[in-house]
Nanobody, 119 residues
């Protein structure tokens, strides 16, 4: 049974930082990603990482501010978010898929964790 559980969301002032975590179970050899969805908008890709951690992808909107990493021993992926902006406010979802890392087409999803950035 696959399960992804996000944590670490909250309210932060613009310019601040947050670190999200996603604990995975029931998976092996998987790529993982973060997506987000703001109110009234479609869900969008944020970042992804392959199983070894050697390959990462970022949306242009977060490059240089967000960093994805993973600890396979803990089966956990992290999203370090720095220099947060009000437009980063969204529900952040963790996602996983078997095989190669991509920016779309993820099979498994968590329930999300809310990030709110105040101006």
């Amino acid at each position: 049974q696959v399960q992804l559980v996000e944590s670490g969301g909250g309210v932060v002032q613009a310019g601040g930082s947050l670190r999200l975590s996603c604990a995975a179970s029931g998976l092996s050899g998987y790529a993982m990603a973060w997506f987000r969805q703001a109110p009234g908008k479609e869900r969008e890709f944020v970042t992804a990482i392959n199983y070894s951690g050697g390959r990462t992808y970022y949306a242009d909107s977060v490059k240089g501010r967000f960093t994805i990493s993973r600890d396979n021993a803990k089966k956990t992926v992290y999203l370090q978010m720095n220099s947060l902006k009000p437009e980063d406010t969204a529900l952040y979802y963790c996602a996983a898929r078997a095989g190669v890392v991509v920016t779309t087409d993820y099979t498994y999803w968590g329930l999300g964790t809310q990030v709110t950035v105040s101006s």
